[in-house]
């Protein structure tokens, strides 16, 4: 008989199964942790609104939010954020606005999922579930946690 080459179909399924289960167990792990540094990503952003915020009102005695500002709708978009607060935010899984003209309250907003989102006031950070810190905004060491029943997996660590 000639010397055959190659791989039998039993083979070939038994590999292919294999790994199945093993992208089985690997991707909803990647998406959960692309999902947290996104969520991440927002609360970095807000610290960052939050400290402009702080930097407008000493400049201009009134927060930059949808209703009060130097401009029109100062802070009703990421976008008018980014040029009236000197920003740079480039995040294509959050928009942010702030509100709430007499202790201004700026929010991320998740763009797949509106039902999530993470806010900063002007007294301190507040997350979903109520968790975080209440100093103002926060006290060194505190890292403002996340509790979203719907989506845990957008939480970070």
Known sequence: MPNKKG???????????????????????????????????????????????????????????????????????????????GLNITDSNFSYACTSASNFTCTATNLLDGAFTLTVTNASIILPGGTGCTASPWTAPCNPSCAYAAHPTYCPN
Do not use: D, H, R
């Open 7 to 85: 791989f039998s179909l039993i083979e070939l399924i038994v590999v292919i199964v294999i790994l199945g289960v093993l992208a089985a167990i690997a991707l909803p792990s990647y998406f959960s942790n692309i999902q947290q540094g996104a969520a991440k990503s927002a609360q970095n952003n807000l610290i960052s609104i939050y400290n402009a915020e702080k930097s407008y009102y000493f400049a201009n005695t009134v927060y930059c939010t949808a209703t009060t500002g130097l401009v029109a709708n100062c802070g009703n978009s990421t976008a008018n954020l980014n040029t009236n607060l």
